[in-house]
Each structure stands twice: as structure tokens, then as C-alpha cells.
């Protein structure tokens, strides 16, 4: 009886092993499903498992949602279609991720989510020639010497710079102190431009402290540094994790100074066992939130709500207006479904880099993109009243 | 005393030399080789008639390091006997020296073979230094108090990293800064910029370079294997007292076998580090260092040809998983947690040697080969 068992797994797996082998082998150059001839192949790369799987998992689901509306809208026009590849939010799987979907026969990258596998993939598409535009990943040098490469999410360090402006105009006398994540390119990116703008502007940051990991739960010490230099405002760039701790302990010292972080921060009223009366009153820079009350915010969230059962955040809205806006400029091309990636870039590019403009949800007003790849939108200030965000 | 009983030579009686070298040695060497160039040839050829498709062409290079990470590691847990949980360490000082050694040089000269072998050995030198380091104060420790220990350092290696600047000048000239970012430069011509890790780096790692590595890890560790200093490292792994009673200096071997793994995995670090325009420091966490462990455990511990199977396998499946889709990672858990178990299942493996036997068209004479393989790994 045992040898039998024997058998059968070694068959099994055997059979696994051959299997996946022999898929792997043949897909190449294959086309990608049900896909038909007008149908343009879109895809991404993102962390759809690991510790910062909900950030790809949202670029995947928000940009389902722009793909059925395009598909539903125009029956007998230009199809899309979408797929994501999990790259685990590193370099070395992207770019794994990235050779998948170039073997599936994707068109356009709507990719990656994170930052450091960004540059990773970019570095190849710009080889390949394969337009690319990112929803979220945030770090200047995923466009840098790259023509093809676009961002519609804001640079690590733009946010820093328009952070030290909004704080300097509207907290012309706050003692600042700055809390961040210096093993967090994110963190640090953000960090590394408020703290050149602010002592631009002949400010002084009065207390610098970091921590390494996102998982960190301890702030004592960092929120003991700012008290005892006096900081009344502490500008916290940095995800909503630990900024829910931070929140959580400087309530228990008894200490009370205004919090103010980016766009990492929105999600923190969804975060579970978290006493949301501790986020009152504490301010955030960012270009999408889910309680914004136009039109097309509310359509958007309404239809993500009922196909995926939770508030969508901001990178399921970028990846959302990455679709569309990589679906308008297509049109605008006048290119037909089943032309090359490469040709399909060439004309892209010059869309993007001619005056193309969309209006989505993540800008107030519309949005252009610069040569350099970097986007040009103003994002809004809010702070958190009554459980909700209220616009400055 | 113990230097004359290890070093044949000077025995000078050439049975004994083929009995302790030859075969087995042979063997080895020539399943090793063979591997790693039958592979390359098929995979060469694959990629060339367009039979393998992007997603694995991409990973050739990935292969090779994991494949020399892999041999590496395996001097260290298989023939010094230490279980070191700290090798993504020794990876990232050879990734990020090499990648700073390479944008250094290519700002002075664009011939790649030098730029690639200058970069490698400046890599593995950094690597061997910081194995150096380490290996002083902890190859004192045994078993379990060795393997935390490495993994403490494997982490401080990457958190040191977080903190490293460096950049270039426009005359070329290397800048370098500690917890700050460095001042008055491009963002183009900064090396490594702390938490971000290195940007914009020249990616000039091919699959030929990775055989080279592969077979230059290979032939290292084997060799060592087979010298006076290999049979002093295995004698006191099996049996400390016993060698320490002869004479051997204990600390001496275990540093040597440390530090030359350090250095040949620095040396796949910077294949790898040059094979992807950034590099973060988080890659080199402790899950790197497990992952190598688990080539090494997989392909059996002390058995060279056997973790560079290991390695490329395990390098492939969770890409070969990708249509699974949603159930990939779990897949592949399953999938490891399989092969596992029946590699080490006593039943399962006499019936794959069985019909193994029955098949092999190069079997030998008498049935005492797969017997005697058993016998060694079990050893081992």
C-alpha cells in the first residue's frame, strides 16, 4: 500500500514538472488567449503576492474595472484586454513578470507597481521599445534617460517639495520634526525633497528621526526625539502602517502635534482595529481619495465597490487612469489594434510628449506629461474631520 | 604529523592518492562539467531557434548565480559542516562593490570583458574581506549558535547597505557619503543611494559570463574539496576532536572554507548586481539566504551537481508556475514541500535508483554503485 502512494506521487509529480515545462515552452509567441485581432493587449507587473501585495492587487482589480467600461462602451470598436503578472514588488521577478507578458504578446505596459521593479522593467522596454506608463511607481529614476517611459503618479521627491510649500505657507511658525522610513525608497525619496525645499525656504527641520522597516510597531523613541525638541508639527512620509502606530503611541505619551503625511496615509480610515478618532485632524497631501465627491470619482468607486467589496485607494485609481489614458492616446494615433509594440510606442510617445491632456481621478484639473516622462498634475490637501476627509 | 597524512603527495604512494582522489573525484568533476555545459548548450541552442520563449531566456543569467550562490554555500554547509544562514550577505557586498567598480570604471574605459572581470574580482575581494570579518569572531561558535549568528550579519550586511552612498563626479571621480545623501551631484550619476540601492547601472552580465562563473565556482569548490586543506576541513567536520587531537588548527580551515565561499558568492553577487539596472538592498534579506539554503538542502548537502539541479529547478518553477495564476506560490510550496519529501524518502529513492539501474544504458559492472552513493550521502 505504501509503495503504491509512492508511485502515485512521484507520477504526480513528475506529470507537474513535465507539464509546466511544456506549457512554458510552447507559449511563446503565442497570443494571449481570447484576445482577438482588434483587441489591444495591455499588461503590468505587480506585487500580487507578498508584503505589498495590496498595492498590485489594486492596480489589478482598478484597472479591470477602466477595461470593462472601455469594452462595454464600444462593442465594435478597439477591444482591451488586461493581465497581471505577480513580480513580487522585486527587480529580478519583474523582469521575469515583464519577458512573460512580452511572450504573450502585450502591447503596451501599464507597469510596474512598485518603484524598484519599475526600473528594472523600464530599463528593458526602453530596450524593447515597449510604451510604458506606471501607474504608481514613484521614484525619478524609472523615466530618467528613457524617452518611452512615463509616469502618472507623482515623484517621490515632488511630494516632498509640494509638502515643504503647502507647510511653509500654512504653518509659517510650526516647529517641524520629520519621522520616516529611511529603508523605504517611498519614505526616503519624499524625506529627501521636503528637506531640500524646506531649508530652501530658510526653514529648519528641528528633529530628524528614522526607522527601517514598515513592520516596526515601536515609535517611543522617534516620538520622545520630537517631543523633546518641541516639534508642534511632524510631517510623517510614510505608509499607513506605521503611521497608525504613530498616531496610536503619541496619543498615549499625551503628546499632540500636528501629523502630516502623503499620499501613503489614505487608507488609514479603512484600517481594521484602528481607533479612527486618533487620525482627527491630521493632514494629508494626496491626488486620489475615495470620499471625493465628483462625479466620476463617486462612478468609480461605486462600480469597485460592488465587483471587488472594499473602498478602492489611490493606486487602483491610477491604474484606472492609466488605462484610459493609454486608451485615448492610442485612439488618437489612429494606429489599428494589431500593429506592433514598437510602432505602437513610437506613436505614443509623440502623443504624450505632443499635448496630449487627460482628466482622471487622481489630479485636480487634467493632466500633461513633461519629456522627461514625469507627470503634470496638482494634487489636493486634505485633513481628516469627523471620520472624513474635508478638502483645504 | 597531520600535514603529512593530508598531503598525498608527500606520502608519494600513488594507490592510496587514486583511492582517495581519483574516482570519486572523476566522477564528480565530470557530472559536474558536464551539467553546466550540456545545459548552457541546450539552453543556447533554444534561445537561438526561438524554441525559448523571453521569460526564460530571462532568467538564464539569474540561473547561473543562483547556481554558483548555490556550490558556494555548499563548501561551507556541506564540506566544513556549519550551517550559515548569512550568504545574501556576502551576495550584496560583492553586488554592490561590483556595481561601484563598474560604473568607476566604465567612466574611464568601455572595454566590457576587463570592465566585467575587474568588477567580479573587486566583488569577491570585498566579499572575501567582510567573510574575513565576520568569520573571526563567530567560526568559534557551533551548530545552531553559528547559524543565528550568520543570520545576524547577513541582516547588519543589508542594513549597512541602507545607509551607503555613492556617486560620481563629473570628472569621474567616486564620491562617497554615510547616511546622507551626497551633495551636488546628478541624479544620474549616483551609484547607490541608500534604501533606493543602485540606479542606472550598466547591465553587462550574459549568460556567457554566468557559465564562466558557474564552472570557475565549480571547479574552485571541487578542487578544494580535493586538497590538503579540503580532507583537514572534512576531518574536523566529522569528527572536531579527533582532527584538533592531530594537530589541525580548527579555526584556521573553518575560516579558510568561509572565506572562500564569501568570495565566490560575492563574485555571483556582482554577476548578479550587473545584470539589472537597480538593486535593492531588501533583495538580500534573509529569504535570499534561505532560498540559497534550500538549493543546498534540496540538491543534497555536500553534493555539488546535485544543488546546481537544485538551483536551476527551483530558479525556474515559480516561473513556470505563472499560469497557475492566483494558486502560484502556493503551487510551488507544494510542489517543494513534494520533492522534499521524496528525495529524502529512503523507499522512494530505491525505487527511482531501481529504475534508474534497470535503464542507465552506462551502468557498471556489479550492483554496489547505488549502495555505495546511499552510504555517502547519508554520511555526509
Not at chain 1, 494571449?32 to 505589498?52: I, Q, V, W
Not at chain 1, 505596459?109 to 506606471?134: I, M, P, W
Not at chain 2, 583511492?19 to 565530470?30: D, I, M, Q, T
Request: hydrophobic fraction near 45%; glycine fraction near 10%; proline fraction near 3%.
Amino acid at each position: 500500500m505504501k509503495k503504491t502512494w509512492a508511485k502515485v506521487v512521484v507520477v504526480a509529480i513528475s506529470c507537474m514538472m513535465v507539464f509546466s515545462f511544456a506549457a512554458c515552452g510552447s507559449k511563446s509567441g503565442g497570443s494571449g488567449g481570447d484576445a482577438g485581432d482588434n483587441t489591444l493587449k495591455l499588461g503590468s507587473t505587480g506585487p500580487l503576492t507578498g508584503p505589498a501585495a495590496i498595492y498590485g492587487n489594486a492596480v489589478k482589480n482598478g484597472g479591470q474595472i477602466a477595461v470593462d467600461e472601455i469594452n462595454a462602451a464600444n462593442p465594435d470598436g478597439v477591444q482591451v484586454s488586461w493581465q497581471v503578472e505577480d513580480d513580487e514588488g522585486d527587480g529580478e521577478k519583474a523582469v521575469n513578470a515583464y519577458n512573460k507578458l512580452v511572450d504573450d504578446g502585450m502591447q503596451v505596459l501599464l507597469g510596474s507597481v512598485t518603484s524598484g521593479a519599475c526600473v528594472a522593467v523600464a530599463e528593458k522596454t526602453f530596450e524593447d521599445r515597449v510604451f510604458t506608463l506606471t501607474p504608481s511607481a514613484s521614484q525619478t529614476a524609472v523615466t530618467e534617460g528613457k524617452d518611452n517611459v512615463f509616469q502618472l503618479c507623482f515623484r517621490d521627491p515632488d511630494q516632498g517639495t509640494i509638502s515643504a510649500d503647502y507647510i511653509v505657507e500654512n504653518f509659517p511658525d510650526a516647529k517641524v520634526g520629520v519621522i520616516y522610513n529611511n529603508a523605504s525608497d517611498y519614505s526616503a525619496g519624499i524625506f529627501d525633497g521636503f528637506k531640500k525645499e524646506f531649508e530652501a525656504k530658510g526653514k529648519e527641520i528641528v528633529a530628524v528621526e528614522a526607522f527601517a522597516d514598515d513592520a516596526n510597531t515601536d515609535f517611543q523613541a522617534q516620538l520622545n526625539s520630537m517631543k523633546n525638541a518641541g516639534a508642534d508639527l511632524v510631517f510623517v512620509p510614510n505608509y499607513y502602517t506605521p503611521v497608525s502606530n504613530i498616531l496610536v503611541q503619541a496619543d498615549k505619551m499625551g503628546y499632540k502635534p500636528t501629523f502630516f503625511g502623503c499620499d501613503g496615509v489614505d487608507g488609514i480610515l479603512t484600517l481594521e482595529n484602528f481607533d479612527k478618532n486618533l487620525a482627527e485632524g491630521v493632514y494629508l497631501l494626496t491626488p486620489f481619495t475615495a470620499s471625493a465627491e465628483d462625479e466620476k470619482t463617486q462612478k468609480f468607486v461605486e462600480a469597485y465597490k460592488e465587483a471587488y467589496g472594499e473602498e478602492p485607494n489611490q493606486f487602483a485609481a491610477d491604474a484606472y487612469d492609466c488605462v484610459y489614458a493609454a486608451y485615448d492616446a492610442f485612439a488618437k494615433t489612429g494606429l489599428k489594434a494589431d500593429a506592433s509594440a514598437a510602432d505602437i510606442c513610437e506613436a505614443m510617445v509623440s502623443q504624450f510628449t505632443g499635448g496630449f491632456s487627460y482628466e482622471g481621478l487622481t489630479a485636480s484639473g487634467s493632466m500633461k506629461w513633461k519629456e522627461t516622462g514625469e507627470v503634470d498634475k496638482m494634487p489636493a490637501v486634505y485633513v481628516i474631520e469627523g471620520g472624513k476627509y474635508v478638502e483645504k | 604529523m597531520a600535514d603529512r597524512i593530508l598531503n598525498l603527495k608527500s606520502i608519494g604512494s600513488r594507490g592510496l592518492k587514486n583511492a582517495v582522489k581519483g574516482n570519486e573525484y572523476r566522477r564528480e568533476a565530470s557530472i559536474s562539467y558536464g551539467i553546466l555545459i550540456i545545459g548552457y548548450i541546450l539552453l543556447s541552442l533554444g534561445a537561438a531557434t526561438g524554441l525559448i520563449g523571453h521569460n526564460l531566456q530571462g532568467q538564464f543569467v539569474p540561473i547561473c548565480v543562483y547556481v554558483s550562490l548555490a556550490v558556494s554555500l555548499n563548501l561551507v554547509v556541506g564540506i566544513s559542516g556549519e550551517l550559515s544562514l548569512g550568504h545574501a550577505g556576502f551576495m550584496a557586498v560583492g553586488a554592490f562593490s561590483g556595481i561601484v567598480m563598474e560604473r568607476m570604471l566604465l567612466a574611464h574605459m568601455s572595454f566590457e570583458p576587463a570592465v566585467m572581470i575587474l568588477s567580479m574580482l573587486f566583488g569577491a575581494c570585498m566579499a572575501a574581506i567582510a567573510g574575513f570579518i565576520i568569520g573571526i569572531p563567530i567560526l568559534g561558535l557551533r551548530g545552531d549558535y553559528l547559524a543565528i549568528v550568520t543570520l545576524a550579519f547577513g541582516e547588519i550586511i543589508r542594513n549597512f547597505m541602507n545607509v551607503l552612498y555613492f556617486g560620481l563626479d563629473e570628472n569621474g571621480h567616486l564620491k562617497f557619503a554615510f547616511n546622507h545623501t551626497i551633495e551636488g551631484i546628478e541624479n544620474s550619476q549616483r551609484i547607490i543611494t541608500g534604501a533606493i540601492g543602485a540606479t542606472g547601472t550598466k547591465t553587462i552580465s550574459t549568460f556567457n559570463w554566468g557559465l564562466l562563473l558557474c564552472i570557475f565556482t565549480v571547479f574552485v569548490v571541487l578542487n578544494m574539496k580535493n586538497s590538503k586543506q579540503g580532507r583537514a576541513i572534512m576531518a574536523i567536520r566529522d569528527n572536531r576532536i579527533a582532527a584538533e587531537s592531530i594537530g589541525l588548527d580548527v579555526r584556521k580551515y573553518k575560516l579558510m572554507a568561509f572565506v572562500v565561499s564569501a568570495a565566490l558568492a560575492g563574485m555571483a553577487g556582482c554577476l548578479f548586481g550587473l545584470n539589472y539596472s537597480t538593486l535593492v538592498p531588501l533583495k538580500f534579506n534573509f529569504n535570499t539566504s534561505v532560498l540559497i539554503l534550500v538549493f543546498v538542502v534540496l540538491g543534497g548537502v555536500g553534493n555539488i551537481w546535485g544543488c546546481i539541479i537544485a538551483a536551476t529547478v527551483l530558479t525556474i518553477l515559480p516561473e513556470a508556475f505563472r499560469q497557475f495564476a492566483d494558486y502560484r506560490m502556493l503551487t510551488y510550496a507544494i510542489v517543494l514541500i513534494l520533492v522534499m519529501i521524496c528525495t529524502y524518502n529512503p523507499t522512494i529513492k530505491a525505487r527511482v535508483t531501481a529504475i534508474w539501474n534497470r535503464i542507465n544504458p552506462f551502468k557498471k559492472k556489479g550492483g554496489d554503485k547505488p549502495k555505495k552513493k546511499k552510504t555517502g550521502k547519508e554520511a555526509a
